[in-house]
């Protein structure tokens, strides 16, 4: 398929999804996938624009190329960037009990970290929301090949969007470098997926698009929650609308 064809289908996947269910939100990490959704985003109507809300976690512990990107984005395209925060007690008592990098000691304690600085964000960013627009890619790791592109996240009880989940790595670069997307400096230093500075690594030529997360956790524990449905797995996939439709209901 070519660039231009995955294109005209992504933007009439977003036209449509934001039309039938709005108003919608727009999570971008600004990483490369996020950065072709934004580039995305500016070129629907403007009446579909103004539906949707971008925002970012600000977890307190993002790299410093992150930070300069957003600030860059919202230059570029004349957006606002909503930014949402942990809340500064829980991080207090989080680090008090535990240590400011506890989250290397365990999985719990990681997860617990992440909820604090991601998940409860994020739950404020969707509230009142019918419709969360996303970067997944199936091709990004192990635990996100069943990603569907429009689906029920029953964790959030909205309709979630995953304009890319069929996106190639090479998509995603091909549609950056022709239409010159801004894209994170730690990119070109071999970080594919960028989070938060001391649980990011770059990566060899060898390892999957996100070994650098949490890279002293095993693969199929990679994720940080925001994905992840009440019973600990990413949202199933969905093989046809009329599942989505009873999903929904």
């Given at each position: 398929m070519s660039l231009r064809t995955r294109t005209d289908a992504a933007l009439r996947c977003i036209a449509s999804a934001v039309a039938a269910h709005r108003p919608a939100a727009f999570a971008s990490s600004f990483g490369a996938e996020d950065?072709?959704?934004?580039?995305?985003v500016a070129e629907l109507d403007a009446t579909l624009r103004d539906a949707i809300e971008i925002f970012t976690l600000d977890t307190g512990r993002l790299p410093r190329e992150t930070l300069d990107l957003i600030d860059r984005s919202r230059?570029?395209?004349?957006?606002?960037?909503?930014?949402?925060?942990?809340?500064?007690?829980?991080?207090?008592?989080?680090?008090?009990?535990?240590g400011?990098?506890?989250?290397?000691?365990?999985?719990?304690?990681?997860?617990?970290?992440?909820?604090?600085?991601?998940?409860?964000p994020l739950n404020r960013a969707l509230a009142a929301k019918t419709l969360w627009i996303?970067?997944?890619?199936?091709e990004q790791a192990t635990t996100r090949a069943g990603v569907d592109v429009l689906a029920f996240d029953a964790a959030n009880r909205l309709m979630k969007l995953n304009p890319l989940a069929e996106w190639s790595h090479d998509d995603v670069w091909a549609?950056?470098?022709?239409?010159?997307v801004p894209v994170n400096a730690l990119h070109a230093r071999g970080y594919p997926s960028i989070g938060c500075e001391p649980c990011t690594r770059a990566v060899r030529t060898d390892?999957?698009?996100?070994?650098?997360?949490?890279?002293?956790?095993?693969?199929?524990?990679?994720?940080?929650?925001?994905?992840?449905?009440p019973d600990g797995r990413l949202v199933p996939r969905h093989d046809d609308s009329k599942s989505i439709a009873r999903s929904s209901d």
């Amino acid at each position: 398929m070519s660039l231009r064809t995955r294109t005209d289908a992504a933007l009439r996947c977003i036209a449509s999804a934001v039309a039938a269910h709005r108003p919608a939100a727009f999570a971008s990490s600004f990483g490369a996938e996020d950065m072709v959704v934004l580039d995305l985003v500016a070129e629907l109507d403007a009446t579909l624009r103004d539906a949707i809300e971008i925002f970012t976690l600000d977890t307190g512990r993002l790299p410093r190329e992150t930070l300069d990107l957003i600030d860059r984005s919202r230059r570029h395209y004349g957006v606002t960037v909503h930014v949402y925060r942990p809340d500064p007690a829980a991080v207090a008592e989080y680090v008090s009990q535990h240590g400011r990098d506890a989250f290397y000691g365990s999985i719990e304690l990681r997860r617990r970290c992440c909820a604090i600085r991601k998940t409860e964000p994020l739950n404020r960013a969707l509230a009142a929301k019918t419709l969360w627009i996303t970067g997944l890619r199936r091709e990004q790791a192990t635990t996100r090949a069943g990603v569907d592109v429009l689906a029920f996240d029953a964790a959030n009880r909205l309709m979630k969007l995953n304009p890319l989940a069929e996106w190639s790595h090479d998509d995603v670069w091909a549609y950056l470098r022709h239409h010159g997307v801004p894209v994170n400096a730690l990119h070109a230093r071999g970080y594919p997926s960028i989070g938060c500075e001391p649980c990011t690594r770059a990566v060899r030529t060898d390892e999957d698009p996100r070994a650098g997360r949490w890279w002293w956790e095993q693969a199929d524990t990679r994720e940080c929650g925001l994905h992840v449905a009440p019973d600990g797995r990413l949202v199933p996939r969905h093989d046809d609308s009329k599942s989505i439709a009873r999903s929904s209901d």
